[in-house]
């Protein structure tokens, strides 16, 4: 290929000598009719790639919040939680370096918990989850692996394997999630790990403490501000 | 740092780009008999992912926000002009180096290594720092395979090697035991 | 009467060169990052075949009616917008119907771009030919590509995880062998199958060879 593509380069030299109008219009309408498919196929596929990507999130947010309905994306904004209104269409690569969370309700408008998307080294690559966080028990009622690279039939059962998933029913996140063996499960705080796949579990502990620690204290703050469930915390 | 460091040692040996991303082949499998030559492409590599990686960052955050569509011409356009540049600036400032890298570098501006690090780094949402320090792992992961494979085909020369596994298919059973080789890698960082 | 029969032979021969004695994997070595990287199942690697024969068919058809308008000096640079306007178009239509199948690939779809076979094509064939031609060339070499990601991806799969196209093929008792559906299995599947490939044309070879002498 190379030999191929090295020709690339002295022809965007020689298109820039002045002598050759040709050569400017040839590769302007070349650029020109590129365009017109571009923006022609982008105009026609956007919704539809916007639409799957917010079906995925929903799915992966009804699956870690169980009785969940509806839900409101939040955002971070100058240390406080508030939530984020449908911005420029435009501008939706943007997002990615925005960190979200979602807050889930059940049919009755109540609030059941948080959605929170996280990520961490594992084994092969970075590991990207999301876990429901139900705030009022203080605990991990869900979690779902979203990305990952880890070796097929050893780590990938950090979401394969139904025995690990049920780590997350009700998981303790204070005062820490804590690592152990298989069949030495006591406290709430407690995960158990996979059999040879230490280091893929150890990398789900540390995800979900990471988390917990960034957005715990937004999401009791943002609780606090907006008087959601005020006679349940005075209890 | 310790982010940093992640970055760095995760695209230089645990995904590394040539043994378990596949990108950057054709180099690998057609030029790396010489162990000198393989160490020089290595290092034009570098050179190119690290001007690839700026270009990439500039284009993402400036132009690419408005204009999605125009990721891949830019991506491929942007960074063949700019390396051609740098190539010219520096025939002129640093000879020696230019004697050292110059012949490399339009056999690997826009190869897949090249276009598949603009592309990963800008999916993972790096910055400019980390996309830097992704470039740096990346093109010495790359060097490293470079030079790996280079070194058992030396070997391999003085061998008697049966005729119908020469060439491609020899070439393509040695990268996949290195490839097997680097596989240990995985897990270095987490514990 | 006669021209046609030749003509459409000639057709026939375009078409079946790509698929057997100039197929770009096998033969030239052309393609070979998405022939490693995506070929770990059957539908990982259908689906980078037909992606890429969309791009090939289509760049094929553009680049050989307009090829006397586009000036030499710039041909490359025509060739390369033309190729990556169809990867995008590929890019956005797979993520748009198939999001599943565009999550798996990631960014080998847009890697298509770089692959040396669509590229050597134009210049090689494309841009010398008209575009009947053309078209019997872009298909026969995008089937033939399509055949050898086939050819990597189905043993693979088999192997890797004991399924073909997700169809589980053995009970439980199957212990899979892993690390063909890893990096090093791609670099062995496709290595071997050179190894096949030239001996089977060294047979040949010889046996030609022998028929040969003893006329």
């Known amino acids: ?235 | 740092m310790d982010n940093l460091m992640w970055i760095f040692i995760s695209a230089l040996l645990i995904n590394n780009f040539t043994l378990s991303y596949f990108l950057g082949l054709c180099p690998f499998l057609g030029v790396s008999g010489k162990l000198e030559t393989a160490f020089r492409l290595g290092l034009a590599n570098i050179f190119v992912m690290l001007i690839t990686a700026a270009c990439a960052y500039v284009l993402n955050t400036w132009v690419l926000i408005y204009a999605p569509y125009l990721r891949l011409i830019s991506f491929i356009i942007v960074i063949a002009s700019s390396v051609q540049f740098v190539e010219m600036a520096l025939k002129k400032l640093s000879p020696d180096l230019f004697r050292a890298l110059g012949i490399f570098l339009p056999l690997i501006t826009t190869n897949c290594a090249i276009l598949g690090l603009a592309l990963f780094s800008t999916n993972k949402g790096y910055g400019f720092v980390e996309g830097m320090i992704y470039a740096l792992g990346a093109g010495g992961g790359v060097t490293l395979a470079l030079v790996l494979l280079a070194g058992v085909r030396e070997e391999t020369r003085i061998l008697n090697i049966p005729n119908v596994i020469q060439g491609s298919a020899i070439n393509l059973i040695i990268a996949g035991i290195i490839s097997m080789a680097f596989m240990g890698f995985a897990g270095l960082f987490s514990s | ?215």
Request: aromatic share 10%; proline share 4%.
């Open chain 3, 1 to 215: 009467m006669n021209k046609l029969v030749e003509y459409k032979n000639q057709n026939a021969q375009e078409f079946l060169k790509g698929l057997w004695d100039e197929n770009p994997v096998f033969v030239a070595v052309l393609g070979m990052c998405p022939a490693l990287a995506v070929t770990n199942t059957a539908i990982n690697s259908l689906a980078m075949g037909l992606a890429t024969t969309f791009v090939l068919l289509c760049s094929s058809i553009l680049v050989s009616t307009f090829k006397s308008i586009i000036p030499k000096q710039v041909r490359i640079t025509a060739y390369i917008i033309i190729i990556a306007t169809f990867v995008t178009v590929v890019d956005f239509a797979l993520a748009a119907f198939t999001p599943a199948i565009h999550k798996e690939l990631g960014a080998f779809i847009a890697l298509i771009v770089v692959n040396c076979l669509i590229l050597g094509r134009q210049e090689a064939f494309a841009s010398k030919n008209p575009v009947g031609l053309s078209i019997m060339d872009a298909l026969g070499m995008s089937a033939g590509f399509t055949f050898a990601m086939l050819c990597i991806g189905i043993p693979r799969e088999v192997l890797g995880s004991g399924s073909l196209f997700n169809i589980q093929l053995f009970g439980d008792s199957f212990e899979p062998w892993v690390v063909m559906i890893l990096p090093p299995g791609g670099f062995f599947m496709l290595g071997f199958l050179l190894l096949g490939f030239n001996w089977y044309s060294q047979k040949k070879k010889e046996r030609a060879l022998i028929k040969q002498k003893l006329n």
């Open chain 1, 1 to 235: 290929m190379t030999e191929e593509q090295s020709k690339v380069l002295p022809d965007l030299i020689e298109e820039k000598e002045p002598s050759s109008f040709r050569l400017i219009l040839a590769l302007g309408i070349a650029g020109l009719m590129s365009g017109i498919i571009l923006v022609g196929i982008f105009i026609y596929t956007n919704p539809m790639i916007k639409a799957n990507k917010e079906a995925a999130i929903k799915r992966a947010i009804f699956k870690v919040l169980p009785g969940c309905e509806t839900y409101t994306p939040l955002k971070l904004d100058d240390g406080k939680l508030i939530e984020k209104v449908a911005s420029d269409d435009n501008k939706e690569e943007s997002d990615k370096e925005e960190l979200l969370i979602y807050a889930g309700y059940n049919t009755n408008k109540e609030l059941i918990g948080f959605a929170i998307p996280g990520d961490e080294p594992g084994f092969q690559d970075v590991i990207g989850a999301i876990f429901g966080y139900d705030d009022k028990e203080n605990v991990i009622i869900g979690f779902e692996v979203l990305e990952s690279k880890e070796t097929p039939g050893l780590g990938d059962k950090i979401f394969k394997d139904a025995d690990f998933q049920t780590n997350f029913s009700a998981l303790a996140v204070e005062p820490e999630i804590v690592p152990v063996k298989k069949g030495e499960k006591q406290n709430a705080n407690e995960v158990e790990t996979i059999t040879g796949a230490t280091i893929s579990s150890k990398a789900i502990v540390k995800l979900l403490n990471k988390s917990m620690g960034v957005w715990q204290t937004n999401i009791d703050e943002y609780i606090k501000e907006n008087k959601i469930r005020v006679s349940e915390k005075h209890e």
